[in-house]
């Protein structure tokens, strides 16, 4: 049985051309088009669709609005159409917040190869969307930056977190892909100022990372930015991959600096969790932490399968907490996986790992 999709966007050509690259898969099917939220709500009510697309700027109601309200009084996955610009990025990800499970670039219509690059995309994120824990967003208060010259509490290293300090040498490497945006942010948000270097690969365009890298600096006791190429990991850093390259790491005296590379997509994506995962597996070793976080797919499965056989301490989010459990589901059956963590519980485990607290097996 096809899963049944509801287009809303309020231009016509726009639905027109959603319409036919849903329908071009055979285990897809519109069964309607709104052109604004007030009727997409009547048609949610007749139609019963598994999955909304959803457009932000609209007449009669903004879409994030209308995405709140739905979150709140009926939970349905849901997958955004982003405008690939700085204001569409900030609003994606405010909608990912409000329980948006992804999101796809809206296709260019200026050429039929614009339409065409997008098609197996916008699929591949309905059928993820489909298969996805709907997720209904709750109050979230996250730390605020210490002052300058305030203390936090946080890991400091055996030799007190001063330069040369064993904290320095461990390095923490996380992937995600679906549902990600919101599962990095809670881990970070558990994590206080003093930790290791910390470097992120999030499946997303460009101007999306740039965005995300941003939101999260400002929610975090962490500093958070775009990972540059040849800068040096500092604690109290997290690094995100840009959108157009793989994100590595590389040891040097002292400690380890960020590369970038525009090389092919790996696992179909660029950044690549793969990438970063068999780096730090070739370059920390057994000082590496991996976590693995909710996601569509495999990407990072065998890079961690290679941290942990080098020695890294493993750990992946369970199936209860993902929005898609693709990704740390493909880590856990190749034998990659240490630990599984409820999403709540994964800074605290990082923590105590850190902390040197004793290697356990997995935990369901």
Known sequence: MAIKV??????????????????????????????????????????????????????????????ARLMRLRPMPVVMISSLTQRGSETTLQALELGAVDFVPKPKLDSLGGIESCRVEICEKIRGAYGSRPRVPVAFIAPSKPLPGEKSSGFAGRSGGSEGGAGLDKLLCIGASTGGTEA????????????????????????????????????????????????????????????????????????????????????????????????????????????????????????????????????????DSCVVYGMPREAAQIGALEEVAALKDIGARVLARLRGGERRGMRA
């Not at 101007?207 to 990991?233: I, P």
């Not at 400690?255 to 997509?265: I, T």
């Open 6 to 67: 509801l287009v809303v966007d309020d231009s016509a050509l726009m639905r027109s051309v959603l319409t036919e690259i849903i329908n071009s898969a055979p285990d897809l099917e519109v069964v309607g088009g709104a052109p604004d939220p007030l009727v997409a709500r009547e048609m949610i009510k007749t139609l019963n669709p598994d999955v909304l697309t959803l457009d932000v700027e609209m007449p009669k109601m903004d879409g994030l609005d209308f995405l």
């Open 184 to 319: 990095i942010k809670e881990v970070l948000c558990s994590l206080p100022e003093k930790m290791p270097g910390i470097l992120m690969v999030q499946h997303m365009p460009e101007m999306f990372t740039a965005s995300f890298a941003k939101r999260l600096d400002g929610l975090c006791s962490l500093n958070v930015k775009e990972a540059e190429h040849g800068e040096k990991v500092l604690p109290g850093t997290a690094y995100l991959a840009p959108g157009h390259s793989h994100l590595s790491v590389r040891r040097v005296s002292g400690g380890y600096v960020c590369e970038l590379s525009r090389s092919e997509p790996v696992n179909r994506h660029r950044p690549a969790v793969d990438v970063l995962f068999h780096s730090a597996a070739k370059q920390a070793g057994a000082n590496a932490l991996g976590v693995i976080l909710t996601g569509m797919g495999k990407d990072g499965a065998q890079g961690l399968l290679a941290m942990r056989q080098a020695g890294a301490w493993t750990l992946g989010q369970d199936q």
